[in-house]
């Protein structure tokens, strides 16, 4: 190692003066975008029923060309596919990266600073699991998606809803049953959960959630299974509350997802212009026709309803109560998603909470799938393409702009958010991984064998064929 100068050269000392306008310049010089290539890959492009053999190239975080011919420049990677198949990063649509082991995981026992260190786990178990975007379906975590968004810490790209926008007593309600009007808990006044009642309380939380970087806002309409004080067929929220919500999202040109299972609190989220409703378990055909004639999302939650709750005897910390909830849940869900199946509605996959120590979660949130009649690309596409159309409801809130430089803003609005695809200047969020998932869906539990290769924009989280 050369002895360090005592003098500063001219050039140092003036980029201390103008550190902008100097290190634009020397990051021009410095650094070519770094290139991957993908050779001899057979492509799910995240659209279509097949797999098309090719390359893909990679440079820096965009994917710059797909093609038997294409080729990568002098310094690039260079993967050898070996026939293997290269399908788009996953994302899962209703993610709680904050919360740990339940609802109240942080009131008690940890201080923010442990919930965020602590989610760096389930950071990495999503990057592993191949899912390189996460909706976070509330918490905070907007910190957390700054932080994976400027390249702080490993992670999937971030969409936060922010704090729980819940009513009192309602699904999100993280105090004490002996609270009273005016008492502030320790969730709450740390942006994990607002209670808030009244339409001008509700604008606030919303507002304060926009404001710390949510990109989309998550409303509790309904009672829950395990929550505390709300039971299953309460409706939570007027409509002129909800609206208020929706209103103030949509001032800032994105959407609202609901909490909501009962078909009461459905339909009334839905009157109130929510776009995404997570759960639906317990609603009747017509409100799933309803859904499907004014495009209406599904967020699909088959771990909880269809295994956790299929014996819910076994959940030894159940009442009889809350398990007689449960089996209402798990009868109703495999009704639910066989109307959703038949009717065709928008349907996206969010594994929820819980998992790190329980096994690859939201992976196999989109497995299960198969057991409901859903097709392996019809579940492919509820984890690619038409997550990212959903997630793209968020507009000009998205803080990732940089896929399609080529097209003109029109070309891009048509073309979408470039995450979930394989496409030319679509970001290069993808996984390389042995066996055809369009065949055998299984393929994806297995991904510490399975998967080869998973890279998010641009950047190599894991490759084994080195
Ligand atoms: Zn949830």
């Not at 021009?28 to 057979?42: G, N, R, S, W």
């Not at 975007?133 to 702080?152: E, H, I, M, P, Y």
């Not at 803080?399 to 470039?418: F, L």
Request: hydrophobic share 40%; glycine share 10%; net charge negative.
């Amino acid at each position: 190692m050369k002895p360090k100068s005592r003098f500063i050269p001219i050039a140092v000392l003036s980029s201390l003066l103008f550190p902008s306008a100097l290190s634009a310049q020397e990051e021009k010089k410095e650094e070519a975008p770094k290139q991957v290539l993908f050779t001899d890959v057979q492509i799910f492009n995240g659209l279509d029923d097949k797999l098309s053999p090719g390359n893909v190239l990679v440079e820096g975080n965009l994917i710059k060309a797909i093609g038997k011919d294409v080729k990568a420049g002098e310094g690039a990677t260079v993967i050898d596919g070996g026939g293997r198949t290269l399908m788009p990063g996953l994302i899962d649509m209703h993610s709680h990266l904050s919360i740990h082991e339940g609802m109240l995981d942080g009131r008690d026992d940890w201080d923010q600073m442990a919930t965020g260190a602590i989610s760096q786990e389930r950071l990495r178990s999503y990057l592993d699991q191949g899912f390189t975007t996460a909706r976070d379906a509330g918490g905070n975590v907007q910190g957390l998606a700054k932080a994976v968004r400027l390249g702080r810490i490993p992670g999937p790209r971030i969409y936060p809803s922010g704090g729980f926008i819940s009513q009192t007593g309602g699904h999100g309600d993280v105090g004490r049953w002996n609270d009273q009007p005016g008492s502030t808990n320790y969730l709450s006044a740390n942006g994990f959960s607002y209670m808030v009642d009244g339409v001008d309380e509700i604008m606030k939380a919303v507002r304060t959630n926009i404001r710390s970087g949510a990109t989309q806002i998550k409303i509790m309409g309904g009672g829950g299974v395990a929550s505390e004080f709300d039971p299953l067929h309460q409706v939570q929220f007027t409509l002129e509350e909800m609206q208020a919500a929706v209103k103030v999202a949509a001032d800032s040109g994105t959407y609202c997802l609901v909490h909501a299972y009962s078909d009461e609190s459905v339909n009334r989220a839905i009157d109130a212009g929510v776009k995404c409703i997570e759960h639906n378990f317990l609603v009747t055909e017509d409100t799933i026709k309803r859904m499907k004639k004014e495009g209406i999302a599904l967020s699909c939650q088959s771990i909880i309803s269809l295994v956790t709750f299929a014996n819910p005897e076994q959940i030894t910390f159940f009442s009889a109560d809350q398990q007689t909830k449960a089996k209402k849940v798990n009868t109703g869900a495999s009704q639910m998603f066989e109307w959703a199946v038949k009717h065709d509605i928008i349907m996206v996959t969010g594994g929820d909470m819980f998992g790190v120590a329980d096994g690859p979660r939201q992976a196999v949130n989109m497995t299960k799938m198969v057991d409901v009649g859903l097709s392996p690309f019809k579940i492919l596409k509820m984890g690619t393409s038409d997550a990212a159309k959903v997630i793209g409801w968020c507009g000009e809130m998205n803080p990732y702009k940089d896929a399609y430089p080529d097209k003109t803003p029109e070309e891009k609005a048509e073309q979408g958010i470039g995450l979930g695809v394989i496409q030319e200047g679509a970001y290069a969020d993808m996984i390389l991984l042995d066996g055809n998932p369009l065949k055998d869906i299984k393929v994806l539990e297995d991904y510490t064998n399975n998967f080869k290769v998973i890279i998010r924009n641009g950047e190599v989280w894991k490759n084994t064929l080195k």
